[in-house]
T-cell receptor, first 114, second 112 residues
C-alpha cells in the first residue's frame, strides 16, 4: 500500500456544523501533515505531526483541531468554520520527520463552508 | 525570507522540452523538490535534489541546481500532453522547525 487516502472527497458544511476530515497511510511513515490549498494557490502548511506528536502548528485558528490517534491516522476536526475556510485540504506523509520532507500527498478533501 | 518564486505559465508543443524555473531565497534550504498537481488532485512528488548536489536526472526529468544564484530548474524531455499540470517548486528549510515552502506553481500547457 503506497498511497495516502483521504475521506470524504467532498464536504459541504454550515458555519455551525462540526465535521472531521480523515487521512490514512499504511506506509509506516512517521510524519503526517495537513495543508490548506485555495484555488490557484500553493499549499499552505497547517500542522505537522512527528511520531504522533504535534511538532508544527502554523498559527492555525482554533476552529481547526488536528488529532493523530495512531501512526497511520490523522484527523482534522472542524467547528464553527467561516466561508473563507473553503479550500482543498491536503494530507501528506513522509517516512521521516522534517527535514526529510519527501512527502506523499493524498487526493484532498474539497471543503465548502456555506 | 521564505519566498519561492516561479513563472506562472509555460506553453510548449508536444515532443519539445519544457524548462520550468524557480528561485528561492533561503540559503539554509536542505532539500528542493518538484511536485506535479493535476486538476482536482493532490500533489505528486516528481523528484528532489539535496542542496549539495547540482544535477539529478531521472528518466525524462533533469533537475539543475545553482546554489550560488539560488536557482532551480526542471527540464522535461519529450513533453507529452499528459504532462499538462501545475508544477510546484518547494524547499525544505529550517525555520523554527523544518517545513516545506511551496512556490506559486507553474501551469504547463502542452499543445498537440
Amino acid at each position: 500500500d503506497t498511497e495516502v487516502t483521504q475521506t470524504p472527497k467532498h464536504l459541504v458544511m454550515g458555519m455551525t456544523n462540526k465535521k472531521s476530515l480523515k487521512c490514512e497511510q499504511h506506509m509506516g511513515h512517521r510524519a503526517m501533515y495537513w495543508y490548506k490549498q485555495k484555488a490557484k494557490k500553493p499549499p499552505e502548511l497547517m500542522f505537522v505531526y512527528s511520531y504522533e506528536k504535534l511538532s508544527i502548528n502554523e498559527s492555525v485558528p482554533s476552529r481547526f483541531s488536528p488529532e493523530c490517534p495512531n501512526s497511520s491516522l490523522l484527523n482534522l476536526h472542524l467547528h464553527a468554520l467561516q466561508p473563507e475556510d473553503s479550500a482543498l485540504y491536503l494530507c501528506a506523509s513522509s517516512h521521516s520527520p522534517p527535514p526529510d520532507n519527501e512527502q506523499f500527498f493524498g487526493p484532498g478533501t474539497r471543503l465548502t463552508v456555506l | 525570507g521564505e519566498d519561492v518564486e516561479q513563472s506562472l505559465f509555460l506553453s510548449v508543443r508536444e515532443g519539445d522540452s519544457s524548462v520550468i524555473n524557480c528561485t528561492y531565497t533561503d540559503s539554509s534550504s536542505t532539500y528542493l523538490y518538484w511536485y506535479k498537481q493535476e486538476p482536482g488532485a493532490g500533489l505528486q512528488l516528481l523528484t528532489y535534489i539535496f542542496s549539495n548536489m547540482d544535477m539529478k536526472q531521472d528518466q525524462r526529468l533533469t533537475v539543475l541546481l545553482n546554489k550560488k544564484d539560488k536557482h532551480l530548474s526542471l527540464r522535461i524531455a519529450d513533453t507529452q500532453t499528459g504532462d499538462s499540470a501545475i508544477y510546484f517548486c518547494a524547499e525544505s528549510m529550517r525555520t523554527g522547525g523544518f517545513k516545506t515552502i511551496f512556490g506559486a506553481g507553474t501551469r504547463l500547457f502542452v499543445k498537440a
